[in-house]
């Protein structure tokens, strides 16, 4: 547990560096908000019941709902079945590290949700999309997990274009359902990616300086 605290107050220092850029550029990604009414426009030809379902159901492997029993299985698969105590631990702080890092994010912003949702409003703030932090977090740390553990070249590649194709669709899910601007979305997306390179290497480096003692 103590390692655990470590590596999160570490990363709480990378989360106010991220946070003071963030809130420093709100006015310059405010001002695209034509952009992001733009493009809502342009995919309402592909709104269907049919395309609407689809989208629900993608949506959710990026809610809390499905993430956290997820997130769970993960942890404890790792150490109780795998025994690899360092990648429990990287499921552990990332997961929790950019979720605290995603509502710190929302509230710095202040950005409200569009107005129009197209099936059913959705609670909380609008910049940065959650669902596109942890989608970028979760699939990206399987990817790196899986790099670590299939020997199969082709089969790394194929599931990391799966997870890639995924995060992608969850990002789109949320602007088709009008619950997120497109700026929301591609900032989650950033915001998750640099996280996560950051939280990895933090951890790896931990990890590293541990083994030395």
Do not use: C
């Amino acid at each position: 547990m103590l390692i655990i605290a470590e590596v999160l107050l570490t990363l709480a220092v990378f989360s106010a560096i991220i946070a003071l850029i963030v809130f420093s550029i709100r006015k310059p990604i405010r001002k695209h908000k034509p952009i992001d009414l733009a493009i809502f426009e342009k995919i309402k030809p592909v709104v269907n019941s049919s395309n609407n379902q689809i989208m629900l159901f993608i949506t959710f492997l990026g809610k809390h709902q499905f993430l956290i029993p997820a997130n769970l299985v993960l942890i404890f698969y790792f150490l109780l079945v795998n025994k690899q105590s360092w990648f429990s631990i990287r499921v552990i702080t990332i997961s929790i590290s950019s979720l605290v890092l995603m509502l710190l994010l929302k509230q710095l912003f202040q950005r409200k949700r569009p107005l129009s949702p197209l099936l059913k409003a959705a609670k909380g703030l609008s910049f940065p999309s959650g669902h596109a932090i942890m989608a970028v977090t979760f699939y990206g740390l399987l990817i790196y997990i899986l790099q670590h553990t299939i020997d199969a070249g082709w089969l790394k590649l194929f599931v990391t274009f799966l997870l890639i194709l995924l995060v992608l669709l969850i990002g789109f899910s949320r602007i088709y359902l009008r619950v997120h601007y497109t700026s929301d979305v591609l900032g989650g997306f950033i915001i998750g990616l640099l996280w996560l390179i950051i939280s990895l290497a933090m951890i790896k480096w931990l990890e590293t300086y541990i083994h030395s003692l």
